[in-house]
Structure formats: structure tokens, C-alpha cells
Nanobody
């Protein structure tokens, strides 16, 4: 059974930093795309950052310059370094993997973690 497990969430003040981690149980070399999404209760889940098999990265406009996505294929790990956090970054953050394509279309991501909560206070 494929599993993705996130960690690293927590509570910080505005301007603070967090580093999210995601460990995969599947062979990361099988994946076409790894990504972070986030969701606030009552709102749709949205893409935050993604990295494809060629290490091409893409960020949502609202995190550009503040967040950095990276992966360690040998360790089967995906990371999200989050700096200059704002209250509007508060959300449940999900790690996801696709073996099909690398876009923001969530239907392509067959594998999802359970999420890790990030809370940013003013």
C-alpha cells in the first residue's frame, strides 16, 4: 500500500518559518510529479508548489519568493521550506504524488498524505 506521511507542521507567528517533510513508501523514481497542496476549511484545496521528475519547479503566485520545494529521491523525501509566513498561509498542507502528469490538476495525483496543520498567528 502506497503511503505518504507529512510532518513538520505547527504554530508560528507572522514572519516565522517552518519546514514540512513528506516521506513516500513508493519508489519516487516512478513519480512524474510531487507537489504540496493546502486547504482551509470551507475552501477548495489549492496547489502550492510542485516539482517534476526533471526537477522543474512551479509555485503558486501567493508563495513565490517565500516557499521552496525540494526532494531527495534517494531518501524518498519531499520538502517544503516556508519562510515569511503570513496568517493567510494557515491551512492543512498535503503532500501528493502523480505518476501521470505534472500540473495543478488534482485528479492526476493518485497518492495523498493525511496532511499536516500549519497555523500562523498575527
Amino acid at each position: 500500500q502506497v503511503q505518504l506521511v507529512e510532518s513538520g507542521g505547527g504554530s508560528v507567528q507572522t514572519g516565522g518559518s517552518l519546514r514540512l517533510s513528506c516521506v513516500l513508501s513508493l519508489n519516487i523514481y516512478r513519480t512524474v510529479c510531487m507537489a504540496w497542496f493546502r486547504q482551509v476549511p470551507g475552501k477548495e484545496r489549492e496547489g502550492v508548489a510542485r516539482v517534476d521528475r526533471n526537477d522543474y519547479v512551479k509555485y503558486a503566485d501567493f508563495v513565490k519568493g517565500r516557499f521552496t520545494i525540494s526532494k531527495d529521491s534517494d531518501k524518498k523525501m519531499l520538502y517544503l521550506e516556508m519562510n515569511s509566513l503570513k496568517p493567510e498561509d494557515s491551512a492543512m498542507y498535503y503532500c501528493a504524488a502523480s505518476t501521470y502528469d505534472c500540473t495543478w490538476y488534482q485528479g492526476d495525483f493518485a497518492y495523498w498524505g493525511q496532511g499536516t496543520q500549519v497555523s500562523v498567528s498575527a
